[in-house]
């Protein structure tokens, strides 16, 4: 079961959900938490596990060989993204724009194009008690995250149990990251705000899911302040809200210390638990 735990713009609790959701799930067993906020990714902070393993990642590009080009301009064409150019007498890359798709490599006539790897990031995987955290940092100047969490889903993918929990701390917005990081999701749960800006942004996050055609909820945090713009939205629209987390000082201060909130808030916890319960009845695993 894979659960990405999104928003239509950062700051609304996202890593909260996801980081104190694995902790509840832990205590009856394993559980992997991937942090694909790859660009800004901060639930280790809140998840200190025991190193297992760390790799660099890579992404290929073109790499032009002059010598054998015959400046077909084949290259040009093929390319969806502007990437390769065929500009008088030689082929100009743009890295920075390459979505390693290799068009212009594989049809290339004379094999001018070789793909050649290019550092992006890193991945680290790691152990705290039940929870297996996997967490990808995006190399500073890389321009495109989506490769690296694509990597990272996919190692993740290799180490999770066939009926385990996978929840992904997906990155904020709507664009191409978000989309990677929820496109292979079982469910999405959308977490909001009960602002005016909560709603603005969770009415984009929704048009999204709906493009994707993805399974979709929403968790309110900080419920209580506000107005009731997000609950009428929800409810006119048949979306689904499976927990509330109210507005509470105390959870603020232990997410501001690093903290696991869901032993140490009541209120928390229990909301916490409708949320968790959800995804098992969703999930088919029964009443674990």
């Known amino acids: 079961m894979k ?6 713009k950062g700051g609304t609790g996202k890593t909260t959900l996801s980081t104190n959701l694995a902790s509840l799930f832990a205590e009856s067993g394993e559980v992997v938490l991937a942090d694909l906020d790859v660009e800004e990714p ?11 393993f760390s790799e660099i990642k890579y992404k290929m590009i073109p790499g032009w060989e002059e010598s054998t080009c015959i400046l077909c301009g084949n290259c040009q064409e093929v390319c969806n993204f502007h990437a390769v150019i065929y500009l008088g007498k030689q082929i100009l890359v743009f890295p920075e724009l390459c979505h390693s798709c ?5 049809l290339c006539p004379s094999s001018s194009l070789p793909m050649v790897r290019r550092e992006m990031g890193v991945l680290e995987h790691s152990r705290a008690g039940n929870i297996i955290f996997i967490e990808s940092r995006l190399e500073v100047g890389q321009e495109q995250a989506v490769p690296l969490i694509s990597e990272t889903i996919r190692y993740v993918d290799r180490i999770s149990l066939p009926e385990g929990i996978n929840i992904y701390d997906a990155p904020p917005g709507t664009s191409c990251p978000v989309i990677e990081a929820t496109k292979d999701a079982d469910l999405v749960i959308l977490v909001t705000e009960p602002t005016p800006f909560g709603l603005h942004d969770l009415s984009l996050a929704v048009d999204t899911m709906i493009e994707l055609n993805k399974e979709f909820v929403v968790v309110i945090n900080r419920y209580g302040i506000g107005n009731e713009g997000v609950e009428n939205y929800c409810r006119n629209n048949d979306i689904q809200v499976i927990g509330r987390i109210p507005n509470s000082r105390k959870v603020a201060e232990l997410y501001s210390r690093g903290l696991i909130i869901n032993n140490s ?4 916890r229990k909301e916490l638990k409708k949320i968790r319960d959800y995804i098992i009845k969703k999930a088919g695993f029964g009443n674990k």
């Open 42 to 52: 901060n639930s280790g902070l809140f998840i200190r596990g025991v190193p297992i």
């Open 3 to 8: 659960v990405a735990i999104a928003s239509g």
């Open 265 to 268: 808030v009541p209120e928390f």
């Open 102 to 106: 290799y068009a212009c490599s594989e």
